[in-house]
């Protein structure tokens, strides 16, 4: 492409294998040599969430008996595997046992993962050095690296190979295999139906038209300010901030909003949104509307209901009801954003590494490029960016093979190779936190989801990640291109 950089065709056998080589090795050196298994409490129990999912697949009576709620319906799945595995292996279904087992799961899993992760990079004509980029982005971070063999009671794993199957089954129109995907991930991750159902009815083939003379970016990004601080003002959260009386109810604990910087953090979050919006709709015409009436797409919005339909009528009739309500996710997210300024981001970077920082500084091309993806990555990457407001990253888990293979797409390669190639794999490394023991330090464990963020470990990152982005400033600046190799 570039003169100035030797780039590399992508020889997708050796360098899987390679992959497949390094992901092994970090599991197998966490597993036997770090053994930071948080999934341990200090008295020798397993806990949070994973207890229960260690739980369900020792004994598959609660599933069985209808006694789980529709929260966890929607992630039962990995664990009815893991049960089956430990009965064709012979094991018997201690704590220990359980742990071995979701490890041995997660490297099937992940393997798998990487295999087609790599099926999509070749689909979407990556070179050698984007593939490794988006690898080390995907798998060389704190939630695969770490938490898959830290924790591995969890279906994070599971939803990233959702994710990676959807995006692959889009790529190449295989209308299908987004279906199949659609239904077994409604009972790994919540989003999986609605992720499907946008890719499924909205084509990569379908062009979306532009047009320089409308103002639809700063129309669409002024609006989404405006409802944003409606919201804020019109269902009282804002004056619940300001006497001190909003907090964010993450069952075990409620995590107050600093109401000295509410304003502060508001500005930030609106400034996010407008500029973002702004540039993902920019010169975007207003007659792409004509996709939501084409005949074949009002088909497969028919098709998606009836399918969604039967989904959460057998969800519901073998789950017990809760109390999460539409209205409530909105209320998490709204707090989850003016929590400190910017936290979403940090909570983003500290959990997928530098490539968020890449994307920061080159969001523009991130903006306009997600377009070229077709109207279907378009769609569920602008619900999924106002999703990230949350800012706990790992609830978009199955949008983060999305979020970074966008990234590596859109940003030439010209601009990714200002930083060597090395040397971004081992920032990652450092980023994924594997060298880094927190199963008996629960404030480090928790500095990576911004609602449990502790105020000074949101200072440290900050001030670590601009610093980054102040090196990356300076290496962009440099007129010679560092080459990757």
């Known amino acids: 492409m570039d003169g100035q950089i030797n780039y590399g065709k992508l020889n997708f056998s050796k360098n899987l294998i390679i992959a497949w080589s390094v992901l092994l090795f970090i599991g197998l050196i966490q597993i036997f040599l770090i053994r930071d298994y948080i999934c341990y ?27 789980v709620n529709h929260y966890y319906i929607q992630r039962i799945l990995p664990s009815i595997i893991v049960h089956y595995l430990m009965v064709i292996c012979g094991m018997n279904f201690s704590d220990t046992n359980v742990i071995t087992a979701f490890e041995i799961y997660n490297i099937i899993i992940l393997m798998l993962t990487v295999w087609i992760y790599f099926a999509v990079c070749t689909e979407l004509n990556f070179i050698r050095e984007q ?19 830290g924790y591995p009671n969890t279906t994070d794993s599971s939803a990233f190979l959702i994710g990676i199957g959807l995006l692959y089954g889009y790529l190449k129109d295989k209308e299908w295999l987004i279906i199949v995907i659609g239904i077994i991930g409604a009972f ?24 320089k003379k409308n103002f639809t970016g700063p129309i669409i990004g002024a609006l989404l300010v405006i409802l944003y601080l409606v919201y804020i003002i019109w269902s009282g959260l804002g004056k619940q901030v300001i006497i001190n009386n909003a907090y964010i109810d993450l069952g075990e604990k409620t995590v107050p909003v600093d109401n000295k910087l509410f304003i502060l953090s508001t500005l930030c979050t609106c400034i996010y949104l407008y500029l973002l919006y702004h540039e993902i709709f920019k010169n975007i015409s207003l007659l792409n509307f004509k996709i939501f009436i084409n ?32 209205f409530e996710v909105i209320k998490i997210t709204v707090l989850g954003s003016i929590l400190r300024p910017f936290i979403f981001l940090v909570s983003a970077i500290s959990w997928l590494g530098p490539v968020i920082i890449f994307a920061v ?44 293979i966008g990234i590596v797409f859109t940003i030439q390669p010209k601009k990714l190779s200002v930083v060597p190639l090395p040397l971004f794999i081992f920032v990652c490394l450092l980023f994924s936190k594997i060298w880094l023991p927190v199963k008996n330090h629960n404030s ?17 990152q900050l001030a670590i990640y601009l610093l980054c982005f102040i090196v990356l400033f300076f290496f962009s600046r440099k007129k010679k291109q560092i080459p990757f190799n």
């Open 131 to 149: 593939t490794w980029i988006g690898f080390a982005s995907l798998f060389l971070t704190f939630p695969i690296a770490k938490l898959s063999f």
């Open 188 to 211: 790994v991750w919540p989003m999986t139906m609605y992720y499907a159902a946008i890719l499924y009815i909205f084509k990569k083939n379908l062009i979306i038209r532009e047009d």
């Open 444 to 460: 480090l464990y928790f500095m990576n989801f911004g609602p449990w963020m502790q105020p000074k470990w949101y200072l440290i």
């Open 361 to 404: 500084y080159y969001f523009k091309n991130f903006a306009n490029g997600i377009r070229n993806l077709g109207p279907g990555f378009f769609i569920v990457s602008c619900l999924s960016l106002l999703l990230l407001l949350v800012s706990e990253t790992r609830l978009l888990s199955e949008y983060l093979p999305f979020l970074i």
């Open 295 to 326: 005949r074949f797409v009002l088909l497969r919005v028919f098709i998606v209901m009836l399918v969604s339909c039967g989904i959460i009528y057998f969800q519901n009739l073998i789950s017990l009801p809760d109390n999460v309500s539409f």
């Open 41 to 67: 409490a200090g008295d020798g129990h397993l806990r949070w969430d994973g207890a229960h999912y260690a739980s369900w697949a020792a004994n598959l009576t609660d599933i069985l008996n209808g006694n």
